[in-house]
């Protein structure tokens, strides 16, 4: 991805509308600005949604009920070396 534009008199930017849709920037949208190597890089602030743990928590558990026996700690170590295993990576 990759676009053209213009910075203002007043040290503005404009985002070219297909890169904001691409991304999900959204008007009002909080963005980190950094100097990298010769350019500046533009990164989206995660926002807090402003609820709780507890009240995020009861909100998947609305979406998923876990049936049968907990898995363990192992198993679920071997699950994650799996899944790695299976992208190529070193576990």
Same mark, same amino acid.
């Given at each position: 991805?990759?676009?053209?534009?213009?910075? =203002?008199?007043?040290?503005?930017?404009? *985002?070219? #509308?297909?890169? %904001?849709?691409?991304?999900?920037? &959204?008007?009002?949208?909080?963005?980190?600005?950094?100097?990298?190597?010769?350019?500046?890089?533009?990164?989206?602030?995660?926002?807090? =949604?402003?609820?709780?743990?507890?009240? *995020?928590? #009861?909100?998947? %558990?609305?979406?998923?009920?876990? &049936?049968?026996?907990?898995?363990?700690?192992?198993?679920?170590?071997?699950?994650?070396?799996?899944?790695?295993?299976?992208?190529?990576?070193?576990?």
């Amino acid at each position: 991805m990759s676009a053209t534009t213009r910075l =203002s008199a007043k040290g503005q930017v404009v *985002i070219p #509308a297909d890169v %904001r849709r691409e991304l999900g920037l &959204k008007p009002g949208q909080t963005l980190q600005v950094r100097k990298a190597g010769g350019g500046v890089m533009l990164t989206p602030v995660l926002e807090k =949604s402003g609820r709780s743990t507890e009240e *995020i928590i #009861a909100e998947i %558990r609305k979406i998923y009920t876990h &049936k049968g026996p907990p898995a363990s700690l192992e198993d679920m170590d071997e699950a994650v070396s799996q899944m790695l295993a299976r992208r190529g990576k070193r576990v």
